[in-house]
């Protein structure tokens, strides 16, 4: 239920960086799976916002061992290879 009332206040800000600025929050307290990770990237539209997304919220995942399948959800070369790179550090 946390993480659905995190998405509705999500959906209520205009930009991208509000969006991760509230997840940031939310990080001090709770950590957050790779399935609700990919649920939440569902609320940014382009690869930049996505990769900036998994970027904010890698730390705080409790299966990181999984965090790898989400880039099937970035489609540009550019920030395919940044993420990738991100999980390598």
Same mark, same amino acid.
């Given at each position: 239920s946390d993480i659905d009332k995190l998405r509705i206040?999500? !959906?209520a800000v205009k930009t991208d960086e509000e969006k991760i600025t509230l997840a940031k929050k939310i990080f001090k307290e709770k950590c957050f799976s790779v399935k609700q990770v990919k $649920? !939440? /990237?569902e609320l940014f539209t /382009?690869? =930049?916002s996505k990769? %900036?997304? &998994?970027? $904010?919220?890698?730390p &705080?995942? /409790?299966d990181a061992g999984n965090f790898g399948s989400l880039a099937e959800l970035i %489609? =540009? =070369?550019y920030y395919l290879?940044? &993420?990738k $790179?991100? !999980?390598r550090n």
């Open positions: 206040k999500m !959906l $649920a !939440l /990237s /382009s690869d =930049e990769y %900036k997304w &998994f970027d $904010a919220v890698y &705080f995942t /409790s %489609k =540009e =070369e290879n940044r &993420f $790179a991100m !999980l």
